[in-house]
């Protein structure tokens, strides 16, 4: 699952391939001893930890045992939440090590924001067979009752601005199957800092 999804984004977004990021899956004992019990995000099916600074830093990736296993029978929204949350763990994991090893800024906003743009365009392009379905995690109301009022802001906005960023690059892009100019786009919004995404979309 995880390396299907990093091939897919590395291969759209055309940067080099990285380590496998399997090799950086943690326990969730780890996520608790870093974060403490009553952290926000102890009880969260995916969590991304950073240790050190640029260019010096370390990256472990915690996705909760039910993402990584199948349970059958499994309907659509079930499949569908499953690799999504991985994928959005990938995406976290390759923006947040790509920006560090350029020594470049990023925002908690600009990564939730790229992560729900990956899993979207993932779903409807790079996991045929699977049956996902692209909308679940911009539309369905998403479960923030555990975090602080900033972190639910922040959720929030990065999905409504996802919403909008990628439901404008179907209407411009897929109605015509150009996927070519798609991907071109793609690949232009990834490589822009937090701001200039923002401009580019619209601000909140």
């Known amino acids: 699952m995880l390396n ?6 590395e291969s759209a977004y055309r940067f080099d391939a990285q380590a496998p990021v399997s090799d950086f ?22 969590v991304l930890l950073m240790t050190g600074t640029s260019p ?9 045992p039910s993402i990584l296993r199948s349970a059958e029978p499994e309907d659509a929204h079930r499949r569908s ?11 976290h994991w390759l923006l947040l090590s790509n920006k560090l090893r350029r020594r470049h800024s990023v925002t908690h906003l600009e990564m939730e924001l790229q992560g729900e743009v990956d899993k979207f365009f993932f779903a409807m392009l790079g996991a ?3 049956g996902l379905v692209p909308e679940y995690h911009l539309e369905r109301p998403a ?10 802001s922040t959720y929030e906005t990065a999905r409504r ?8 690059l179907m209407k ?5 199957r150009c996927y070519d100019g798609l991907f071109e786009e793609l690949r232009r919004f990834y490589r822009l800092s937090h701001w200039q995404k923002l401009k580019s979309i619209g601000l909140p």
Not at 81 to 91: K, M, Q, Y
């Open 56 to 64: 010096n830093f370390r990256l472990g990736l915690y996705l909760h």
């Open 143 to 152: 479960d923030l009752k555990t975090l602080t009022e900033g972190q639910h």
């Open 161 to 168: 601005l996802a919403n909008r960023y990628c439901h404008r």
């Open 128 to 130: 045929e067979g699977l």
């Open 4 to 9: 299907h999804i990093q091939k897919w984004i």
């Open 25 to 46: 899956l943690i326990e969730h004992g780890t996520v608790l001893s870093y974060l403490g019990k009553n952290h926000p995000l102890a009880r969260a099916e995916e």
């Open 81 to 91: 939440h499953r690799w999504l949350t991985a994928a959005e763990g990938v995406s």
């Open 172 to 176: 411009d892009y897929l109605c015509g």
